[in-house]
């Protein structure tokens, strides 16, 4: 097989909001900047993004700061973000959605002109610049604009299947894989690579994902001795399509809610005031007259309890439904229709209205949805420097959904893309940076380039009689389904290990036949190595977890302790093992500290935000 070299000072692997952005910064360093994707340009996961930018500008709710999105962060995320990185993310998202319109970013308005933005769960105030409901299209879209202006290479339709070490075996030297189009190998040589590849929902059968989201990026870090943070946390959004079944799954945006949607019972019960934790007692109305004042604009009044946290949200559905309370097809209704006008809707929603009349054949300015949870977001990810977002493998670096740490327990809508943005741009002026102090480009030993190339011909070798990849891949996400979905416990935890090590070692039988052009049977063969890893690590981290926090839910241990709030579980891999050890969380420096003691005890006092 002939091998195509390509070389360049950095490359990033992902072209979502996270790897533009690293590519825009890295450039701006006057690095030689090659981003490669597996899909188009413009096609990544990020532009599926609907609701929003979480980002204190101010614009509607002249009280916020980042102070504020600090706390709500860390609130939202049970305490177990990493403080640095929540205090980062707060101060820097104004500036990087500002940069977005700087680039022609057309934004929503308010009357005086300003960046419009809109209500989101756990956000205390008017938070999340948007575009409607496409706000990733819009960021996807300016952000290529200034990518391709700046002159950055694209690699699309590669798949990056290995990462290279140097010859001392310490250092990141390269990328390599395939290209989709003909199958034929291709390495990536580069001085420093920034993992940008998203998260990994395909692990689930229920999932909101593009089929892009297998943890290529975690699985191969992984591999090469990076280590993994918080993997026990996967997001189940609350509000997943549920029927037709061929659209289970898909997400309907936190924005319906934000945008003044309830969510009732079968009953035609609005159940979210039932649920109401501890933790936000006092700063959520408690009757259904306080939430709709609260809706039309009156910020005496507290938030609705349908913007309370995902976490909440989504076991709150799954309890009614359990109960007997459920939607028809058991899940529960959103209602937009009964609560605002056709046109409101029609222009706050557009994408909504669309895909529930055309998948579903249902008009959502007259009738309520049906939604249930489903998989959406990895809080874990490649555990990274705060700062600089380096790995522990000199020379890599990752972020955007790839990356973990910021989002601690659970993440709050919106606080993605602001985190895409703001850890893009630092990975990339971080990796740009000490890219251009490097005279050459690291060596890499021939032997390892060609193991990587017979490796990629693997299923081929195979007989057909092998494990199908298709097939195996399913019974990966019966697997995790079934044994590491919201509700874990440590018998079905023990089994689901048992089994994804069993498909782990199955995975050696992968066949694929025909051609190497655009072959999906071949090209999962290796999506699937990669999820099995992250489903391993999510479910290691999950069983050592012995708590109930954030989005992670363990049945035989309801509550949160104490001292497992203190502690991130961390991943990593050796000779085929996963290791699981802890590290303790670094205390918030003394004025955030103080801060988060002082909104705690305001709110307990006050039961006002
Ligand atoms: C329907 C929906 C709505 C959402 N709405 C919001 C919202 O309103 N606000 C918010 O904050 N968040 C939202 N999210 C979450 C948010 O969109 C994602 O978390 C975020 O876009 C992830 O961006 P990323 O840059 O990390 O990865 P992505 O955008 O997924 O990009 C990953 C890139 O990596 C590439 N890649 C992956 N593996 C490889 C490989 N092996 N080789 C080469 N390339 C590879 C892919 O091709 C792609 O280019 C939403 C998610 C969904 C699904």
């Not at 050890?581 to 103080?594: F, Y």
Request: hydrophobic fraction near 35%; charged fraction near 25%.
């Amino acid at each position: 097989m002939t091998l195509q070299i390509y070389e360049h000072d950095v490359i990033i692997v992902g072209a979502g909001g996270a790897g533009l952005s690293a590519a825009i910064s890295a450039a701006e360093q006057g690095a030689d900047v090659g981003v490669v994707c597996k899909s188009l340009l413009g096609k990544a996961h990020t532009v599926m993004a609907e609701g929003g930018i979480a980002a204190s500008l101010g614009n509607m709710a002249p009280d916020d700061d980042w102070r504020s999105h600090f706390l709500d962060t860390m609130k939202g995320g049970w305490g177990l973000n990493d403080p640095k990185m929540a205090e980062i993310h707060a101060l820097e998202s104004p500036e990087r959605v500002l940069d977005l319109e700087r680039w022609g970013a057309v934004f929503d308005r308010t009357t005086d002109g300003k960046i419009s933005q809109r209500n989101f769960g756990g956000h205390r105030y008017t938070r999340l610049a948007h575009v409607g409901d496409r706000t990733g299209l819009e960021l996807i879209r300016t952000l290529q604009d200034k990518a391709v202006s700046l002159g950055i290479q694209v690699y699309m339709e590669y798949t990056i299947t290995e990462l290279l070490k140097d010859s001392t075996g310490k250092k990141l030297a390269g990328a390599f894989g395939y290209w989709r189009v003909t199958g034929l190998p291709v390495l990536f040589r580069a001085k420093k690579i920034i993992l940008a590849t998203g998260g990994s929902g395909m692990a689930y059968h229920v999932n909101s994902s593009s089929w892009e989201y297998t943890g290529d990026g975690p699985a191969m870090a992984l591999r090469v001795g990076a280590e993994l943070v918080d993997m026990a946390f996967v997001q189940f959004h609350p509000t997943g399509m549920v029927w037709p079944l061929s659209v289970k799954g898909t997400l309907v945006t936190e924005g319906v809610r934000g945008e003044g949607g309830v969510l009732k019972n079968s009953d035609g019960e609005r159940f979210m005031f039932n649920y109401i934790p501890d933790a936000y007692v006092g700063s959520i109305a408690d009757t259904e007259e306080e939430a709709n004042r609260w809706a039309d604009g009156d910020s005496s009044a507290r938030p609705p309890p349908e913007l309370l946290t995902r976490d909440v949200v989504a076991r709150a559905i799954l309890n009614e439904a359990s109960e007997g309370r459920g939607s028809e097809h058991g899940g529960a209704y959103l209602d937009i229709a009964s609560q605002r006008p056709t046109e409101f809707i029609l222009q706050k929603l557009p994408a909504m209205y669309h895909q529930f009349k055309e998948l579903a054949g249902i008009d959502i300015t007259k009738e309520p949805m049906e939604v249930a949870p489903t998989c959406h977001y990895m809080m874990g990810g490649i555990r990274v420097d705060p700062e600089t977002q380096e790995t522990c493998v000199p020379g890599l670096y990752a972020s955007g959904e790839a990356a973990g740490g910021l989002h601690g327990a659970n993440r709050l809508g919106g606080n993605s893309l602001s985190d895409l943005l703001v850890f893009g741009n630092r990975a990339g002026i971080h990796a740009g940076q000490s890219a251009q102090k490097m005279k050459n480009f690291p060596k890499i030993p021939e032997e390892n380039i060609e193991s990587a190339i017979d490796h990629l011909s693997f299923p081929f070798k195979n007989k057909s009689s092998g494990e199908h990849p298709f097939r195996l891949r399913d019974e990966l996400q019966t697997i995790m389904e079934e044994y590491v979905g919201i509700k874990r416990d440590e018998e079905g935890l023990e089994k689901g290990i048992e089994e994804l090590q069993q498909l782990r070692s199955r995975t050696s039988n992968l066949f694929a036949t025909g051609s190497q052009s655009y072959n999906a049977g071949w090209q999962t063969c290796f999506d699937l190595i990669n999820l099995i890893d992250v489903s391993l690590a999510i479910a290691h981290s999950a069983l050592e977890r012995k708590e109930s926090r954030g989005a992670h839910t363990r049945i035989d241990f309801p509550t949160p302790s104490d001292p497992l709030g203190k502690v991130k579980f961390i991943v990593s891999l050796s000779s085929g093992k996963f290791n699981i050890s802890s590290v303790s969380i670094p205390t918030p420096r003394k004025e955030l500290l103080a801060m988060i003691k002082k909104d705690q005890t305001k709110q307990k006092s006050s039961g006002k935000k």
